[in-house]
């Protein structure tokens, strides 16, 4: 018998002929995924020069692997991408260079490195589980459910990093971010083309929203700072006050920790929220790969003491999560700047040429995939053959590989399994929803999904036994 055809959502058809000019310039800051032509999907690398630079976008594994690993040190980020990430994660480590940014690493991958995680789990189940209690108080509402994984992310965050209910600030904090991306966050040509100590014409307008957001983040320290001390470090936030420098012994200067905790605070939502969002919009549209999750989380105990131990029998939960990742993957291009001529691959790279590696086009290339552009967790099962190395990027590689990507999965997969155990979620409308790529890879429009409580749900994080102790005030 056939096995029925693949779901394949909907994607920004990408144009014919490589953007130009003003029309390039437009697509980075509205839409960066219409940047790559049809042939890009199916090249190893593609050139192209622009306003006097040469832009490579790299698709060989093995180039990729030189750039991001063999000569990291060769490259560093962008003065477009520092003018853009800078007024809201400051000098923290997705930033900082140099021997900077290896005392920064050093002291901020313990705290999120695997043997924390079964502690991370904790959080997360206990904030998934008050998410489900507060979605089952109002089922089968229309529900623009990106909001509310934005907000479920917070509150993880919040509460695993720093042991702060995010209730107090969350609203702000959201309107703040969001207000940036709309408004700064998307490169001119100027932020392109002057170099870094050089304003730009936008860059006053960043320092205003930079002095803006750090004094909020100082707020928010100061309200962690209130809490009383523990003996021991508690969480992320403990241990970054904690660290000295194994050298000269100093501590992070308060601006330093402010930096640090606004740059995990940002890089560690909105990341998950999207990868959360994404998830859930391929299994509402896909309802028989949603049935196949279903069973698999049915009855499974997945509260905080035993969610830990549960990820373990979810392969496909956990498959799901990778196949959004591929084909939604949050930070959707990753860029440097050949400090000196180098050549990766087959491809010579000049000195000052800026080198994209997307994961978008990488995930979807046509020589690297199977049904590229079709969802099918099943590759990722465990006893799927591994994808080609270096071909499925969602989370970097390298020395700079994201310190968060074991947090960022263990999250996704406890939310999401808790999610579809609780409730049949079910799509409010049939227009498609188009991925847009500003900052992260964002839905184009606030899509609403509807959340039915699932029948026949004995597990202990069924929505509507939630439901029956569910408190309006819960949310
Ligand atoms: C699905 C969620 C996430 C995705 C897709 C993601 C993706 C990435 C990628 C691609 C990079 C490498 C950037 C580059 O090489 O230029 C990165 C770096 C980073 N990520 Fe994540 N991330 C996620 C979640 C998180 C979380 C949860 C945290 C914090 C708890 C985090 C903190 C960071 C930091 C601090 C860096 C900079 C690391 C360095 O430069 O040494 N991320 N992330």
Redesign the pocket.
């Known amino acids: 018998m056939l096995a029925p055809p693949l779901f394949v959502p909907p994607r920004p058809e990408p144009p014919a002929t490589a953007p130009h000019g003003r029309e390039f310039l437009r697509l980075v800051r509205t839409n960066a995924l219409r940047m790559w032509p049809v042939q890009a999907y199916e090249q190893d690398a593609y050139q192209q020069g622009l306003f006097g630079l040469k832009w490579t976008l790299l698709n060989d594994p093995e180039a990729i692997h030189h750039v ?1 690993v063999e000569n990291a040190a060769g490259y560093r ?1 962008t003065a477009a ?1 520092i003018r853009v990430l800078r007024p809201i994660v400051g000098n ?5 260079e140099g021997e900077t ?1 290896k005392h ?2 050093r002291t ?1 991958a313990p705290a ?1 490195a695997p043997r924390v995680l079964p502690v991370l789990a904790r959080h997360i189940a206990a904030a998934a589980r008050e998410a489900v209690k507060a979605l089952a108080a109002q089922p089968d509402q229309p529900l623009p459910i990106v909001l509310a994984m934005q907000q479920l992310a917070l509150d993880i ?1 919040g509460r695993s ?1 720093f042991s702060l209910a995010t209730r107090a600030f969350g609203a702000e904090m959201r309107g703040l971010i969001t207000w940036f991306g709309m408004n700064l966050a998307g490169p001119r040509l100027l932020d392109m083309a002057l170099p870094i100590w050089m304003p730009s014409p936008r860059d006053f307008r960043r320092r205003r929203f930079q002095a803006r957001w750090m004094a909020f983040i100082d707020r928010i320290i100061a309200a962690r700072l209130a809490e009383p001390p523990a003996a021991q470090p508690r969480d ?1 936030f403990d241990l970054l006050r904690a660290a000295r420098d194994p050298e000269t012994g100093a501590a992070f200067a308060p601006a330093q920790l402010r930096d640090q905790v606004a ?2 605070i940002v ?3 909105e ?2 929220a ?2 959360l969002f994404w998830s859930l919009y391929l299994l509402a549209a896909d309802t028989a790969e949603q049935a196949r999750l279903a069973a698999e989380v049915r009855g499974v105990d997945l509260g905080p003491d035993a969610a830990w131990d549960a990820i373990a029998r979810l392969p496909r939960t956990r498959a799901v999560v990778n196949e959004a ?1 591929r084909l939604y ?3 959707f291009t ?3 700047q050949a400090i000196a001529r180098d050549r990766a691959g087959a491809t010579d790279i000049p000195r000052g040429g800026i080198v994209m590696i997307s ?1 978008w086009v990488l995930h979807r290339h046509r020589r690297l995939w199977r049904d590229p552009d079709a969802f099918d967790p099943a590759r990722f099962l465990p006893e799927a053959p591994q994808p080609a190395r270096f071909a499925y ?13 074991q ?3 263990t ?2 997969a406890i939310v999401l399994a808790t999610l579809v155990q609780a409730f049949d979620i079910v799509l409010d409308d049939l227009e498609p929803v188009l991925p847009v790529g500003v900052v992260t890879l964002q839905p184009n429009r606030l899509t609403t999904f509807r959340l039915r409580p699932r029948a026949g749900q004995p597990g202990r994080g069924a929505g509507r036994e939630l439901a029956a102790d569910a408190h309006p005030s819960a949310a």
């Open positions: 991001l980020r991408t923290g480590l997705l930033l900082s940014w920064q690493r901020i999120l965050a990093m992320l740059t995990m890089a560690g939502h990341t998950t999207t990868t990742l993957p949050p930070a990753i860029v440097r994961p990027l969602p989370f970097g590689a390298g020395p700079r590989v994201c310190v968060g990507a947090f960022a999965l999250e996704a």
